[in-house]
């Protein structure tokens, strides 16, 4: 009896003891201050009533994220249990071995139903390094009833040159009202994450083939050009320090005329418990130029977990619950449909509550689908508005500074494109050549 009583004790504290120690898990999570991360982090209490496990948040202004992130990851600091990153970092940290692989996913997670485009994207070696939050691509939101005042029709796909001309006749500064609004803030994912594909779809391209930068070349300068001028003349005051949050806070107060960014923000635009506009938001296609020339991008905020993570499996627990068909519909029970995580499942797009709230949901899709990141033989890295190569980080961000001082009228746009494309060039020198 006492043997049995004091093996009766000992399993008693042991489970008391594991019970503790789960409860006493704390999980460091690092993300950015998007509309949709705070969300999840009010509604990330659910997930620690149902585990116990606990959550330390960090929330971070895009840059700043960005800049956190990369130095604790490559110099194993072990800050971070969570990490918020993207598609751009997934495969190259995944290959530089700093992020730990989704390998073993439950069936119930159902990794088949997260759209293919946005899979592969966060994969190395065939194996997933991060899960998709949400994904976007690219659209052109405008205002219908100012468009309508004005007697303008945009078209379902519209080009730089006819926003610019909507710009001219619909600027209203003295009553608060800008003609367009696009990125400001400098940054490889801010400004450039919008400048890279206009240059695109002016006819420009990050490296040619023997991987020499084309910031100077003549689709970049047309492209920044054409910028700097209709930022300058109908864009808002102060431009140069507006990026995605910022836009969206002016459109959804009622700021502006047109705004051409992420598809992500149709469902805040698009609530009528965050946006003024909500039921005045009319949206098409992202605008092109040269004919054939791509004109959008492919993007997703993911959740990943560095190699460095003492706590990989409530890590991993934490992040199949944010990233899962549960979650999602969590929120548009909760929230409402039109403000569910967009672009990452083909479920969501199957659902008639969720296709009847986001009317905008049909052209997000396709977006996503078609989007190609893949090498061409006129050029020779994968990516669209960003090459999928380590050194772009830091190529991208000389390079946005350098157009921000462009259109403060610091420098021209000609001596910014070359200060950019020198500091590129030397960039790729530096790290051996780039054959890789």
């Not at 009896?1 to 399993?11: I, P, Q």
């Not at 971070?60 to 800049?67: A, C, D, G």
């Not at 836009?247 to 805040?268: E, R």
């Not at 991008?297 to 890590?315: C, E, F, N, R, T």
């Amino acid at each position: 009896m006492k043997l049995m009583t004091l093996l009766a004790t000992a399993f008693v504290t042991t489970l008391a003891y594991a019970a503790t120690a789960q409860a006493e898990t704390t999980l460091t999570i690092a993300t950015v201050n998007n509309p949709d991360m705070i969300v999840m982090q009010r509604y990330s209490s659910e997930f620690e009533a149902q585990t116990g496990i606990k959550l330390k948040w960090l929330v971070l202004e895009e840059n700043v994220l960005r800049q956190r992130v990369t130095t604790d990851i490559s110099t194993n600091g072990g800050q971070f249990d969570i990490i918020t990153i993207g598609l751009f970092e997934t495969p190259l940290w995944a290959k530089a071995g700093w992020l730990v692989p989704f390998d073993n996913l439950p069936a119930s997670y159902d990794v088949q139903d997260v759209l293919p485009t946005v899979r592969n994207s966060l994969s190395y070696d065939g194996k997933l390094y991060s899960l998709p939050f949400y994904a976007e691509s690219a659209m052109t939101f405008y205002r219908s009833d100012v468009f309508k005042k004005a007697g303008l029709t945009m078209p379902e796909k519209p080009t730089w040159d006819q926003i610019a001309e909507f710009a001219d006749k619909v600027n209203d500064p003295a009553h608060g009202v800008y003609g367009v609004c696009l990125r400001g803030q400098p940054g490889w994912g801010e400004n450039m994450g919008l400048l890279g594909v206009m240059a695109n779809a002016f006819g420009g391209q990050l490296f040619d083939v023997n991987w020499k930068s084309q910031y100077n070349g003549p689709g970049w300068k047309k492209a920044v050009d054409f910028y700097v001028k209709l930022m300058r003349k109908d864009g808002p005051p102060g431009a140069v320090s507006n990026g995605f949050n910022e836009n969206l806070a002016l459109f959804a107060s009622g700021h502006c005329a047109q705004w051409v960014d992420a598809t992500v923000a149709a469902g805040l635009l698009f609530d009528p418990k965050r946006s003024q506009v909500a039921d005045k938001v009319a949206f098409a296609e992202v605008p092109t130029e040269v004919q054939g020339r791509v004109n959008g991008w492919l993007w997703s905020w993911a959740l990943g977990i560095p190699k460095s993570s003492k706590q990989v499996d409530a890590a991993k627990k934490f992040i199949e619950w944010a990233t899962s068909k549960d979650y999602i519909k969590m929120i548009g029970e909760k929230e409402g449909w039109v403000t569910a995580p967009p672009g990452t499942r083909k479920s969501t797009y199957a659902n008639p509550d969720y296709l009847k709230a986001a009317p905008f949901a049909k052209i997000t899709l396709e977006a996503i689908e078609t989007a190609d990141l893949s090498p061409t033989k006129e050029k020779p890295y994968a990516g669209i508005g960003a090459a999928v190569i380590p050194e772009m980080q830091a190529i991208g961000t000389f390079a946005g500074q350098q157009v921000a001082a462009a259109l403060t009228g610091k420098v021209s746009v000609d001596a910014a494109l070359d200060a950019a494309a020198n500091n590129a060039n030397r960039v790729l020198q530096q790290a051996g050549g780039y054959q890789k």
